[in-house]
């Protein structure tokens, strides 16, 4: 009896060693349960701070959230910090790979800034929970009527209460080793808002995390903050070349810093 109790303790760090398909279930299955057990702690303790549901619950949130990366052998390297240091409210727009997205933009998320998620996100537990608490905006993403009534009513919000949103204008996950082209809604939302928006990219993440291929190792995410682009005196009419300059810009920022990523792995003290 005393061997078979033990078998785990065994077969798991041979399992560990050996499969890469078994560490990348193993750290995806974590990773996913950790941050239901992070949302747990964080939710008594954002009600207890502002009462319910107000955006500087995302201070709890970040707080919480950003030594995750060492448990998955992660470290986040950012520069052009100097470009967040905007007054006012902004719209931060960012490329969508995975999940783990979550954990570069809590490392850089300023004070007074939450972000705009799927509805579904709404029903995942403990995270949907603390996420509403944080002040995040659901959208509808197959009623694209109800999208664009929240997107013009989330405007009005950001210039009453001074606050700045962080939107993936891509939509949707995407690992294909480029950027999807854009849907207007985060430019609609800074035009109608009148904020600046401030790109941020993300490095691609095939050096460490391959979904088809089921691979999950250490690395390193480049995180690339751009110079601002002003909004101001723009109109419904200008979305589209605002929508296909900001694509520019990140695109060339992807692929440049993509291929600068270094391919060491492990955490970092930063």
Request: with cysteine; hydrophobic share 45%; glycine share 6%.
């Amino acid at each position: 009896m005393e061997v078979l109790w033990m078998l785990p303790l065994l077969v798991v760090p041979v399992l560990f060693w050996t499969s890469s398909t078994f560490v990348f279930y193993f750290k995806k299955c974590f990773y996913v349960a950790y941050m239901m057990l992070l949302a747990m702690v964080a939710i008594p303790i954002c009600i207890l701070k502002c009462g319910g549901r107000d955006i500087e619950n995302m201070r709890v949130i970040r707080f919480l959230v950003r030594h995750v990366k060492y448990f998955l052998g992660l470290r986040i390297e950012v520069s052009g910090w100097e470009h967040l240091q905007a007054e006012g409210p902004f719209v931060i727009i960012s490329n969508h790979q995975s999940s783990l997205d979550v954990l570069g933009l809590m490392e850089v998320l300023p004070d007074r800034c939450s972000t705009i998620a799927k509805k579904e996100l709404l029903w995942a537990g403990t995270v949907g929970l603390v996420c509403w608490l944080g002040g995040i905006v659901f959208i509808n993403r197959k009623k694209t009527s109800d999208a664009k009534s929240v997107m013009s009513n989330t405007a009005k919000i950001m210039l009453r209460d001074q606050i700045s949103l962080w939107v993936f204008p891509e939509g949707t996950r995407n690992q294909k080793g480029d950027i999807l082209p854009f849907k207007k809604g985060a430019f609609h939302l800074a035009v109608q808002a009148q904020a600046p928006i401030i790109p941020v990219v993300f490095s691609s993440y095939s050096n460490f995390y391959l979904r088809k291929e089921k691979q999950f190792k250490s690395g390193t995410i480049t995180l690339k903050i751009l110079p601002k682009i002003e909004t101001k005196g723009l109109t419904s009419d200008d979305v589209t070349p605002l929508c296909e300059r900001s694509y520019g810009v990140m695109r060339a920022a992807f692929l440049e810093i993509s291929c600068q990523s270094p391919q060491s792995n492990g955490p970092s003290n930063h």
